[in-house]
């Protein structure tokens, strides 16, 4: 069974490492996970080269435009059925780009449209809402002020240019689309949050949420918190300290149940274990 799963998220927001720390998942065999590694297809050395920053508990280098793999694919396995899943590492400037330019390639139209699910990444720290009149400096409001030019990537709300983008992908793809959601440096968020990743969307993206609960019928949502490398960078020594670096992984989806499975993530998103 071959399934493709078209990941997006901006620059930074943890794609990369979520693919290093589900390489290393795959492939080890201390701590079960639901679904593992029966043959990489293709080229494997650059999700060894991302495995190896993660075990080392370093900072991953931003894919850039040029440095992308658009095709990555794995055949994946429970032991009893087998499942080939294929992922894009995009940079998250051509996001940006789409965003910006309104204009997409032929290619990454094709792959958007083919694929059987779309999983969105979004880094907590890069959250940007938008200020209410109130919050706007007094100064800036006088008559005659020159106000900086406007950059849509770093001047709109994340939420705005999420959903523009999320518009993009029922235009193209015009079919009930199975969404996943992925909320990654979970562990930066306050821990009175962390248990309950449908109300951190609900209160930290209020507009996103509504969209999504207002298009139910054509797009099929899972929302979960993930902490890829379970801590700070700056905590590397005490990260490197535990002995099974899948146990560094948490994960907590909107059912409030938590793990360090990746692979139940790409289980779920494969449509085997995907809600209606």
């Known amino acids: 069974m071959n399934k493709k799963i078209f990941i997006m998220g901006a620059p ?11 390489w290393n998942s795959v492939n080890q065999k201390e701590i079960h996970t639901e679904l593992t590694l029966k043959k990489m297809v293709g080229d494997s050395q650059y999700l060894y080269r991302l495995e190896q920053k993660w075990l080392e508990v370093e900072r ?18 429970n032991g009893v059925d087998d499942l080939e899943v294929e992922f894009p590492d995009l940079s998250g400037e051509t996001f940006q780009n789409i965003y910006e330019s309104r204009e997409i390639s032929f290619e990454l139209w094709d792959k958007i449209s083919k694929a059987d699910a779309i999983l969105y990444f979004i880094n907590v720290e890069d959250i940007h809402s938008p200020e209410f009149i109130s919050e706007i400096s007094p100064e800036l409001r006088q008559e005659g002020v020159k106000l900086k030019e406007r950059n849509p990537c770093e001047d709109d709300p ?3 240019q999420i ?3 999320l518009q ?38 209020n507009m996103l949420w509504q969209y999504l609960e207002a298009n139910k019928s054509v797009i099929n949502t899972k929302v979960w918190g993930v902490s890829a490398i379970g801590g700070k960078i700056e905590e590397s020594e005490k990260l490197l300290d535990i002995e ?13 149940v938590n793990s360090c499975d990746l692979t139940s993530i ?6 085997d274990k995907y809600d209606s």
């Open 244 to 256: 099974d670096p899948i146990k560094r992984i948490k994960i907590v989806d909107d059912k409030m």
């Open 12 to 22: 930074n927001a943890g794609k990369s490492t979520f693919l290093g720390a589900l």
């Open 158 to 160: 994340t939420q705005v």
């Open 60 to 77: 991953l280098e931003r894919t850039v435009i040029g440095q992308e793999k658009e095709k990555l694919s794995v055949l994946l396995t």
């Open 163 to 165: 959903i523009d983008l």
């Open 168 to 205: 993009m992908v029922l235009e193209i793809r015009k079919r009930r689309t199975n969404l996943g959601i992925i909320f990654s440096a979970w562990d930066l968020v306050n821990q009175s949050e962390q248990n309950d990743v449908r109300a951190f969307l609900a209160n930290h993206m």
């Open 266 to 271: 790409i289980l779920e998103m494969s449509g």
